[in-house]
Each structure stands twice: as C-alpha cells, then as structure tokens.
T-cell receptor, first 114, second 119 residues
Framework: GQQLNQSPQSMFIQEGEDVSMNCTSS?????WLWYKQDPGEGPVLLIALYKAGELTSNGRLTAQFGITRKDSFLNISASIPSDVGIYFCAGQLSSGGSNYKLTFGKGTLLTVNP | GAVVSQHPSRVICKSGTSVKIECRSLDFQATTMFWYRQFPKQSLMLMATSNEGSKATYEQGVEKDKFLINHASLTLSTLTVTSAHPEDSSFYIC???????????????FGNGTRLTVT
C-alpha cells in the first residue's frame, strides 16, 4: 500500500527560528493536507493543497504540493511557543478503489524553546 | 468551517463492559465518516469507514464484532467498543468531509477525540 515518509521525526528549535518539514510518497496523491495535533486533541487542518506545484500560505505557514505529486513540504516562519505540537502530513488519492481515504505520515514533533 | 464534535472526550470503563462514542457533523451533512485509533506517540490508524444507511467498511485486522459502527443519520455516527479489554485503551478520533466544500477532494475534519481507558 501507499506509504508516507515524514521527516524529521522531531525538532527542537528556538523561538523565532524558521522550521521546515516534508513528506515523500512512493506513489502519487491528488491532495496533500497538513494537520497539527495538540496533546489530547484531534488533528486540526492547517493547509490543504489540491494541485501539483501549488504553493499555499496560512499566516506564518507555507506549504507546497510537489510537481511530481509525490511530495510536500511545510514551512513555519518565526516560530512561537504555541507552535509546539505534532504536525502530520496526509495524502489523499481521489479515485476509484481508494475510498478517498487519507494516508498519514508518522508526524513531526515540534518543540519551541522560548 | 466544518466542525466535527465527538463525545465523550474521556471515558473510563471496566473490563467487559461496552462503551459508545458519538461523532457529529455540526454544520454539514456527512454520508461518510471515518474512525481512527491512535496509540501514544504514533500516527492515526484508520479503523473503519462509516456509511450512512449501509454497513461500515472495516480495515484489515479490525474486528467488526468488537467495534460496532452505526451511521444512523447524515450527521451522526457512533462507535461502540464491545466487551472492552485493557488493550482497547486508546485515543479514538472520528472525522468527516464537508461535501459542499470540494466533494470527494474536500479535506477531512477531525473531532477532538475520545480517550478510552479500560480498567
């Protein structure tokens, strides 16, 4: 089945630094999604990408859908303490047989030191 | 935006009892909802797809008699963990799409999860 490789597994940064994380896949997706999960809560959608090459921003967050449709990255600029959490990438293949299910990466644990 | 509400947020039950978790789409209708399970420090694992008006579709290795799913209306799906055992203790999260967004390409929105502890 499809697998997503998300890296890095964890990051420890200072407040104000920029952060970059990425996901690669063994096969293509139609949609790439980035979620953030705080402890004890469900994932919250940060950015959704629908077209190869698409670059989308949401405040200090920027994500891109790779042109090969097999990868995506998420950048966070000028990190702040509330950015702490686990970030998941997820790919969706919207075609028959996939049941439009999401495939999740293993997550990137971000720690921001004030 | 699309809001998914999950209840309860936390439940403790004794081994052998059953627990029901509710998932509601608050401001949209969802013919399909998805149930995930998450172990500590791990990613989300899809357990089953809940279909309104028909049987749920379970992922390989998930016992359908153990995890009963009922999608009674366009805004409500329930997951019942039957005869719970300590190994069923986990974080259960439901999700749904707002079709009115982009149809099947719409992103999944997640509930806040239910922490189940079986003693």
């Amino acid at each position: 089945g499809q697998q997503l490789n998300q890296s890095p597994q964890s990051m420890f940064i200072q407040e104000g630094e920029d952060v970059s994380m990425n996901c690669t896949s063994s096969s293509i997706f139609n949609t790439w999604l980035w979620y953030k999960q705080d402890p004890g809560e469900g994932p919250v959608l940060l950015i959704a990408l629908y077209k190869a090459g698409e670059l989308t921003s949401n405040g200090r967050l920027t994500a891109q859908f790779g042109i090969t449709r097999k990868d995506s990255f998420l950048n966070i600029s000028a990190s702040i303490p509330s950015d702490v959490g686990i970030y998941f990438c997820a790919g969706q293949l919207s075609s028959g047989g996939s049941n439009y299910k999401l495939t999740f990466g293993k997550g990137t644990l971000l720690t921001v030191n004030p | 935006g699309a809001v998914v509400s999950q209840h309860p947020s936390r439940v403790i039950c004794k081994s052998g009892t059953s627990v029901k978790i509710e998932c509601r789409s608050l401001d949209f209708q969802a013919t399909t909802m998805f149930w995930y399970r998450q172990f500590p420090k791990q990613s989300l694992m899809l357990m089953a797809t809940s279909n309104e008006g028909s049987k749920a579709t379970y992922e390989q290795g998930v016992e359908k008699d153990k995890f009963l799913i009922n999608h009674a209306s366009l805004t409500l799906s329930t997951l019942t963990v039957t005869s719970a055992h300590p190994e069923d203790s986990s974080f259960y999260i439901c999700s749904a799409r707002d079709w009115g967004d982009r149809g099947w390409n719409s992103p999944l929105h997640f509930g806040n999860g239910t922490r189940l502890t079986v003693t």
